[in-house]
């Protein structure tokens, strides 16, 4: 499952680079900036990249698909003919789009604790 965090991480990149910032080190993509935006570990997110953290993938997928990114492009193995973006369907712009994603998070968020506590 390596493949998922080096997508993650392209994306990640990918973001930086299209950042309008002049230091792209201060660039709201950059591993500390979104670490800090996902209130997670910045070393959590460097193993979500490295492919040795899953827990803590999902998190990212979504927020990247508030961005308008493709989960089934980060998720299935083969996705060569998968669209890396789907902004038809999901657009940055979109009114109350952070709320959305916030409220998608928490109940995430819940349906995980929900079923660590089934174990």
């Known amino acids: 499952m390596g493949y998922i965090g080096?997508?993650?991480?392209?994306?990640?990149?990918?973001?930086?680079?299209?950042?309008?910032?002049?230091?792209?080190?201060?660039?709201?993509?950059?591993m500390t900036n979104l670490s800090d935006?996902?209130?997670?570990?910045?070393?959590?997110?460097?193993?979500?990249?490295?492919?040795?953290?899953?827990?803590?993938s999902i998190k990212i997928i979504l927020y990247f698909y508030s961005l308008g990114y493709n989960p089934i492009w980060i998720l299935l193995p083969d996705n060569e003919f998968v669209q890396k973006r789907n902004l038809g369907e999901n657009m940055v712009y979109q009114e109350?789009?952070?709320?959305?994603?916030?409220?998608?998070e928490e109940r995430v968020s819940e349906a995980m604790k929900e079923f660590k506590s089934s174990l």
């Open 96 to 104: 109350g789009l952070r709320e959305k994603y916030l409220e998608l």
């Open 6 to 30: 080096e997508r993650l991480k392209e994306i990640r990149l990918e973001l930086v680079e299209l950042d309008d910032v002049e230091d792209k080190r201060f660039s709201q993509f950059s």
């Open 37 to 56: 935006y996902l209130n997670m570990d910045r070393t959590t997110l460097a193993n979500v990249e490295r492919g040795s953290s899953m827990v803590n």
